[in-house]
């Protein structure tokens, strides 16, 4: 059966331009619809306009602590629409450049919204149909809003990026990193930052340790961390500020609300179950390990599909489904060892078992390694906070199965050292490791 396309993509985010790309690359004919931006949450309204927040955040304690190292700052001034309008510019940027990817590989691009209405077959918004051999539903995942009263008067990591003003005060729900990242980016801009969760911990999947100590430095800062909150409603009170309501736990009135309370697959109205393709209770697009749906013909690859929520999984997932699907070389994505990073401040990264994990599976065979120091910078600033790196080794030849650290430039550390967990190194080949010094890279050589 003759198609349109051999492949229509609905979505160009990370995962479906790499699918895209490459597909094209191995000779299909391909075409990519989106309805909103090129480039995907990632490059548009998540990590790298939320990373250059970060940057500038930094500056308010350099700034600070400037004195410390013979430099006099006089007169700094920090200056929000400035920076705002820098980081959209940026993404406008990159935008461009996503886009350059699609035409230089003459991917069709069709700027509106697609949806499936058969196994082969598709309908955009102005009403075309088109067929394609193979469909990859690559559309991510969208910020979840809680059903409460007055919801509808917050904002999602969606709209931050595009505020007018700062306010004043802000509360942040949620307990993940967006949650405590945007903690710490507008506690550095000057704004009274709330942190709320209905939970009892924060970032559930990183190492309690670890997370324990960056709540502390969290709550030496100044940022109010709050758990056991439950969101009841939210209301507009008549000078314009809004009151949260915590039911037994109390009330917080604030000028923002910032709902970071999780990330849902944005499956609704895509018309996947009309055409018969499986969803799980999430919403999410069921998959094997080809990422191939229940229909033969249908994928699906990135946060829609909920196995792991992070850019670089996705374009794994988009560059193995071209590849097995045009390049007849089927391929698979390893989900194991894969290193995580929290921009907070400080930062805290982590790669294969957390503590609690690696008892659970490996019980007494497991052993703990740590440093705790405090970074030479701090110790000339005056600032007291200290790093934590730990590691986590199981069985009698001890083979690192975790590194967890928080401390400055975290994630840029612990993506070299997680090669090593993944390559099933042991404890004694980072010991014969020689130290670079003075860094603070080599407390990773000298755990005890």
Known sequence: MTHDFDLFIIGAGSGGVRASRVAAQHGARVAVAEEHRVGGTCVIRGCVPKKMLVYGAHFAEDLHEAASFGWDIQGAQFDWTRLRDLVNNDVTRLEGLYTNTLDSNKVKHFHERATVIGPNTVRLASGQEITAGTILIAVGAWPAVPAIPGAELGITSNEIFHLDALPKRAVIAGAGYI????????????????????????????????????????????????????????????DGSLLVDGGDKG???????????????????????????????????V??????????????????????????????????????????????????AIPTAVFSSPPIAGVGMTEEEARTEHGDAVKIYRSDFRPMKNVVSGRMERGLYKMITAGADEKVVGLHMIGPDSAEILQAAAIAVKA???????????????SMAEELVLMR
């Open 179 to 238: 949650a405590n990242e945007f903690a710490g980016v507008l506690h550095a801009f000057g704004v009274d930052v709330t942190l709320v969760t209905r939970g009892e911990r924060m970032l559930r999947s990183y190492d309690t340790e670890i997370v324990d100590r960056l709540v502390g430095m969290t709550t030496a800062k100044g940022i109010d961390v709050r758990f056991n909150f439950p969101l009841k409603s939210i209301t507009k009170q008549d």
């Open 287 to 336: 998959v094997d390990e080809y990422n191939r749906t229940n229909v033969p013909s249908i994928y699906a690859v990135g946060d829609v599909t909920n196995r792991v929520q992070l850019t670089p999984v996705a374009i794994r997932e988009g560059h193995a489904f071209a590849d097995t699907v045009f390049g007849h070389n089927p391929r698979t994505v390893d989900y194991g």
């Open 424 to 438: 099933g190194l042991t404890k004694a080949a980072f010991d014969d490791t020689m130290a670079l010094h003075p």
């Open 251 to 285: 009330k917080i009135e604030t000028d923002l609300v910032l709902f970071a309370t999780g990330r849902v697959p944005k499956t609704d109205g895509l018309g996947l179950e009309a055409a018969g393709v499986t969803l799980d209770k999430d919403g999410a697009v």
